[in-house]
């Protein structure tokens, strides 16, 4: 079981997290839904282990295996996909064919020797993916991982997304595709301006006679921007 208890993070003078408290099952596959600048990539940054909460206390993901894919990643010039998982699989201690393996699953056997700086947006989303899964991951944190997916790759993901639930791993994801949000997720926290807004199950949404994004308006229209 994942615990955040009253975990808080502050940069300068802005607060992008105010003390934050959830509880997430094992097997659960949970959205972190929410505004530009709401606070979901400091949370699942602070899952990760990227960032230190400035306050409050994160259990159930120190002993476990953890698999992060972050919105983006620098990588240096020069580096090709095949090169860079190498890089990565050797970090880690994994298995040099389980490379081959993911690159083939995220459809980039073919494009593994290019450069990543040719790469579209689309490609560097399933290399993130097939960096994330490299190590067979219970726990899979993923910063906005439809972004950029044409809808082909959309439904891989979901696929994806649904193989690893059957294996009983934790996912939890951001997203903005409320559409993709509701077909894969069992529950939804709804951030805004770093606070935790509603935490309901997907089925909500779901039965909601609102279109999602209609319901994420009316969620969050209402509530001020506090002064900081
Ligand atoms: N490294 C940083 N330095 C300064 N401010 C930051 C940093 N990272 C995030 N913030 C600020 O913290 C707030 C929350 O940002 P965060 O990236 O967590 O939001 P988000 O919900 O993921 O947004 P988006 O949907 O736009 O990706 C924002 O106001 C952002 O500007």
């Known amino acids: 079981m994942i615990k955040l208890e009253q975990v808080s993070k502050t940069y300068g003078s802005h607060t992008a997290l105010h003390p934050f408290s959830a509880t997430i099952q094992p097997g659960t596959c949970l959205a972190l839904c929410g505004g530009n600048g709401a606070g979901k990539s400091t949370l699942l940054s602070i899952l990760a282990g990227i960032v230190r909460p400035d306050s409050g206390r994160v259990t159930g993901v120190e002993q476990r295996h953890i698999g992060y894919m972050p ?30 393996e993911v690159l083939d699953m995220v459809g980039l056997t073919d494009a593994a020797g290019r450069e990543l700086s040719s790469y579209s947006r689309g490609m560097m989303q399933r290399l993130l993916f097939a960096q994330m899964i490299l190590d067979e991951p219970d726990i899979l944190l993923m910063d906005e991982p439809g972004n950029g997916l044409d809808p082909f790759w959309v439904e891989e993901w979901k696929q994806w997304i649904e193989a690893y639930r059957k294996r009983g791993a934790t996912i939890i994801f951001s997203s903005h595709l ?32 609102r279109s999602p994004e209609q319901r994420f308006l009316d969620l969050t229209k209402s509530i001020p921007i506090p002064d900081e």
């Open 71 to 100: 919105d983006s990643l620098q990588i240096p010039a020069g580096v090709s996909a095949r090169r860079w998982l190498m890089y990565m699989a050797q970090l880690r201690g994994t298995k040099r064919n389980r490379i081959e």
């Open 178 to 209: 409320l559409h993709d949000v509701l077909a894969v997720s069992e529950r939804i926290l709804l951030m805004h301006n770093g606070r935790l807004l509603k935490d309901e199950p997907a089925e909500a949404w779901r039965s909601d006679v």
